[in-house]
């Protein structure tokens, strides 16, 4: 999942406290693009109502905490 996430998170330039900011996602582009990847795999959306909007948020979390990517800001 973090290979997937590494490969397939849509980065951009971003700006932040009036610097241009490059390679980087917001928080809910994130939650989005995580929430439809997961929602794309059909051993996880065996549950009915498919993959939840906190359930993305859960698995960024523990990617955020892992490392696997960091914040720009603080907090």
Known sequence: MIDDFRRGMPRRAHWYLLQK?????TGSEAVSWMQAHLASRPELTARPGGVRKEQAMGL???????????????G
């Open 21 to 25: 900011i490059p390679d980087t996602f």
């Open 60 to 74: 960024l979390r523990k990617f955020l905490k892992a490392g696997v990517f960091e914040r720009v800001r603080g």
